[in-house]
């Protein structure tokens, strides 16, 4: 974390089959949720900020709704002057109910100030994500897609080893590592398909959050295979990226902007974390439409498929897509909440 910015821990909580759990901890999932509820608004009252951001609510995270209600009424009752802006990814993905579309136009048009909505506006706008868009009465901002700047003179060696200059150096991330286990595994599976044709390195990352069993069993898959290197997590990936002949992933937004800013060739698989969730899907269609990756949906997965589409990417051009989008979404958004804030501070004089 940068030295400005202060880490406030939550007593965690787990997702699992659409059920609360608390983990190790010995405390109730009830005694967790009261705990939580209390912390943020204790933070809050400590902090005095100017703005509260949420990060998807109420969009989505309706499962917080015991901790996240609370704490914007409490804005509002106390700290009128503190404005509540959502954080919005480009695509919300999951089909909402008519019910819930009303609770969502009721919730932001009764605590929230401003939308901030993280997509180029050329590939997706708010009102293609959200049928109600003209019920929201808040500004809608479209920042532009939020990325990390690219590297430059990154050492290839450092991160591959000595390798032969044909040899494909192929990356495979799934995020945190909690769902994605299956591409993981039909990649290694692949890879033997894979070394009949083309000689490669694969440098596998699973995530600090995929289960050590898991782990365990992928490594056992691998057996003694020296071109598979699998690691839990690297704080290079963008590197890695950069330097890839091809990446192999999922298709969430965070991965998704790596292979927009480093241009690199890409395989991804979408996969929703609950059924109705196609956040991925629609992101990923709308991008190969475009040429810049290809998809393997997640029952099509073989490893006889994947190792053929992994050779017909490898004959591809690599092509950089930062001219095709605004990627510059971090720093925009930063100066607009700047600008905006000092707009309301003046008002308020």
Not at 197 to 208: A, D, N
Not at 264 to 276: F, K, L, M, Y
Not at 292 to 317: C, F, G, M
């Amino acid at each position: 974390m940068p030295p400005q910015v202060e880490l406030i821990r939550l007593p965690a909580l787990w997702l699992e089959n659409g059920e609360f759990t608390v983990g190790d901890s010995c405390q109730s999932v009830e005694t967790v949720k009261e705990s939580r509820k209390n912390l943020l608004i204790s933070e809050f009252d400590r902090i005095k900020p100017d703005c509260l951001i949420t990060e998807f609510f109420p969009f989505g995270r309706h499962k917080l709704i015991f901790e996240l209600l609370p704490l914007v009424e409490h804005i509002k009752n106390i700290s009128p002057n503190t404005k509540i802006i959502c954080s919005l990814r480009d695509v919300i993905g999951k089909e909402t109910e008519p019910q819930e579309e009303e609770t969502i136009c009721d919730l932001m048009n009764r605590y929230f100030d401003l939308l901030l909505f993280h997509a180029d506006s050329k590939f997706q706008q708010f009102s293609e994500s959200f049928a109600r868009y003209r019920d929201i009465k808040s500004e809608v901002i479209h920042t532009g897609f939020v990325t990390q700047a690219v590297k430059a003179n990154i050492d290839n060696q450092q991160l591959w080893g000595e390798i032969n200059p044909n040899t494909a150096k192929i990356l495979v991330s799934v995020g945190g590592g909690r769902i994605g286990y299956e591409l993981l595994e039909t990649v290694v599976v692949a890879s033997s398909n894979l070394s009949q044709i083309t000689p490669h390195i694969i440098k596998i990352f699973t995530g600090p959050f995929m289960p050590e069993d898991k782990i365990k069993q992928l490594k056992q898959i691998s057996g003694d295979c020296s071109n598979i290197q699998i690691e839990t997590y690297t704080c290079k990936l963008l590197e890695y990226m950069q330097t890839a002949d091809i990446s192999l992933s999922l298709s969430g937004y965070n991965t998704t902007m790596n292979i927009l800013s480093t241009g690199v060739r890409a395989i991804v698989v979408p996969i929703g974390h609950e059924q109705q969730d196609k956040e991925q899907l629609v992101r990923t269609h709308k991008l190969e439409q475009l040429g810049i990756v290809n998809y393997i949906l997640p029952q099509d997965l073989t490893a006889s498929y994947l190792a053929e589409k992994i050779v017909t990417n490898l004959n591809k051009n690599r092509k950089l897509h930062q001219n095709n989008f605004e990627l510059n979404g971090a720093n925009k958004t930063a100066c607009f909440l700047k600008s905006y804030l000092e707009r309301v501070k003046l008002l308020a004089l």
